[in-house]
């Protein structure tokens, strides 16, 4: 329905009030609306404002629900998530504003994340099963209900293989893009790159909005097994320089970016590829041409941030909006028509919190007997605990709950060498994912493994000499913030040391060894031994690894590049779960061995 008259004050008064955009139509052929500041009917504007607003990092939360604890999602920050309470958002704002006024625009990973997405791709998958056609994906059915315009392709929309992304692209009416994502053959876009939106004004020309794609260029590393040989992912700069000109030739009035990359320059992978993991704010700077970025990738809140472009001075905003449908946000567009074309005058961003709005009842009902099959699914017992483990105090102690990963990637790995790998001493290496997690005493299910293992990692053999080794446990230990010996430990400022964060960090199992924390970065491991005895620098390991550290996740050195000596597609936490429901039993007494210890000039911590 058309919306009332209002002039700009108006506008900013009740989009302050509201908390809620003026925003575009997002398609061509979008019905009319009165000018949307204060125009006389019949007279042509010169004037506009709409706004786009932006999700990011998903990771398949539709509901407001913890299924690693069955229960309400809680935090001590008072965050919700889920899609459904940002649609409530969503609608107040179209309500406030126009139908025709709001383009909505997602930044990646959605496809993964929670026991939902394990399940419409690997228990129920959307591809199918035995000839018969699978399921709609449960974030296609809610994304299409609110009527996203876009969306760019995240990582881990790669996790499941290409042909599950596949499947859920064709379920979309909405495209994903990527103008990053080449065929690896032909160099050819494999998605879309861009998408244009016309937004219809009464009298005047069309407002032309250009939304360009771009995804992670680390995608080459983490999802190496699901698209070696089949795609590549060149960078963010380089695509944008290529794609902003374009979609400027093709008349756009705003060019608005929604890319799958932080905005800090960063790279957690290192030199390991030529291209930046975490390059928005370079691509603000360095391509002309771009008014706003919706930035994602590193779930963190940024509600507004300029970059000025190098070449043009013109300011450039960018917004992230958290994770897991933590926030909203809003970009605000003034336009003024100056000699039939459309410039924009000023803009703005926000970010909102859907915590105080109820969830979208449609989306409740399209999806709620999705939601409880799931819940079904995680509470389904696979064994029994004899005692409570809990990763309380994983980042710093050698816990069993940690050695359960370890037993579990060892046994897999060994049953799977040749008899000349066989022969070479096998160790793992595994992250504590969360320190909230807790296998109970007595039965133990689906969800209380989950909630330990909550990536959809596979499993790696790969071979590290003893010196290769020793680096590898100490690029580990720069987790750890430096305490001299005379400091007492504090393990609330202990960890995460150089943006190193808990699922970065890696133990080892199968050897024995000391974090001297009292000693600077580099040297820090001490005692490093096999069976009793110190470790040579030829020494040859098979080292038990998820496939994202073995393809370089988290720039750990030597692993990428070594050579392989086992690897599968079953996820490690389905091996965790198989392992239970064998034994029926989960023990500590079967895999529970303290090897290694946190120490101040040689002095045990704990």
């Known amino acids: 329905m058309p919306v009332s008259p209002m002039n700009r004050r108006e506008f900013v008064k009740k989009s302050a009030v509201t908390g809620a955009a003026v925003a575009a139509a997002g398609a061509v052929g979008a019905g009319t609306a009165q000018a949307a500041d204060g125009q006389m009917p019949g007279k042509a504007p010169k004037t506009w404002s709409f706004s786009i607003l932006g999700t990011t990092d998903l990771h398949s939360h539709v509901f407001d629900w913890d299924y690693y604890k069955d229960a309400a999602y809680s935090d001590k920050a008072g965050n919700s998530v889920g899609v459904a309470r940002v649609a409530t958002l969503i609608k107040q704002q179209r309500a406030a504003k126009g139908e025709e006024h709001v383009l909505l625009v997602d930044a990646g990973d959605i496809i993964q994340g929670t026991s ?145 990359s932080g905005l800090d320059g960063s790279s957690s992978y290192g030199d390991a590829l ?95 007997a999705d939601h409880e099959l799931v819940v079904k699914y995680v509470n389904t017992a696979v064994g029994t605990c004899t005692e409570d483990l809990s990763a309380a105090e994983s980042c710093w102690k050698d816990v069993p709950i940690m050695d359960f990963i370890h037993q579990v990637q060892m046994d897999t790995v060994k049953s799977g060498l040749s008899a000349s790998d066989a022969a070479l001493p096998l160790i793992s290496v595994a992250a504590p994912f969360s320190r909230t997690a807790d296998i109970p005493a007595g039965s133990v299910t689906i969800k209380d493994i989950a909630g330990l293992y909550i990536y959809d990692n596979t499993l790696y053999g790969k071979k590290l000499t003893g010196a290769q080794l020793k680096d590898y446990l100490e690029y580990a230990a720069k987790y750890y913030h430096q305490v001299p010996s005379d400091t007492k430990v504090d393990t609330s400022t202990l960890t995460n040391a150089n943006s190193f964060w808990d699922y970065m960090y890696d133990t080892a199992a199968g050897v024995d060894y000391e974090i001297d924390i009292a000693q600077p970065e580099g040297s820090r491991i001490k005692n490093l031994t096999y069976k009793g005895a110190a470790i040579a620098a030829d020494q040859v390991f098979v080292v038990a690894v998820n496939n994202y550290r073995a393809n370089g996740g988290s720039g750990y050195p030597h692993i990428a590049s070594a050579d392989i000596a086992y690897s599968s597609t079953n996820e490690i936490r389905q091996l965790m779960i198989d392992y239970v429901t064998s034994k029926g039993t989960l023990d500590p007494k079967d895999f529970a061995v303290t090897n290694w210890k946190l120490t101040q000039d040689g002095t045990p911590v704990f």
Not at 293 to 317: D, F, Q, R
Request: a neutral charge.
């Open 116 to 260: 939902l997405a394990y399940y419409f791709a690997r228990v129920a998958p959307i591809t199918g099963t035995d000839g018969k056609p699978g399921p709609k994906h449960p974030m296609a059915v809610a994304m299409n209900h609110m009527r996203y315009d876009a969306a760019a392709l995240g990582n881990h929309e790669f996790n499941y293989g290409i042909e599950v992304l596949r499947k859920f692209e064709s379920q979309c009416r909405f495209p994903l893009l990527g103008a990053n994502a080449l065929d690896a053959k032909t160099l050819r876009p494999a998605f879309h790159p861009y998408t244009v939106k016309r937004i219809c004004v009464p009298g005047a020309p069309d407002i032309k909005v250009g939304i360009l794609g771009l995804t992670n260029p680390g995608i080459a590393l983490w999802d190496k097994d699901n698209v070696s040989g089949k795609m590549v992912f060149p960078g963010l700069v380089e695509q944008a320089k290529k794609y902003v000109p374009r979609l400027r030739a093709l008349g756009c009035d705003v060019v608005f970016l929604t890319d799958h």
């Open 274 to 368: 030529p291209y930046v993991e975490n390059a928005s704010n370079l691509v603000a700077e360095q391509v002309p041409g771009i008014d706003a970025i919706l930035v994602g990738h590193t779930h963190v809140e940024v509600p507004s941030y300029t970059v000025k472009n190098a070449e043009t001075g013109e300011e450039v905003l960018l917004s992230e909006p958290y994770c897991w449908g933590y926030r909203l946000s809003v970009f605000d567009f003034e336009l003024e028509l100056h000699h039939g074309r459309w410039k924009v005058t000023k803009k703005t961003a926000q970010t909102l919190n859907p915590n105080t709005v109820e969830e979208d009842p449609e989306i409740k009902k399209l999806l709620e």
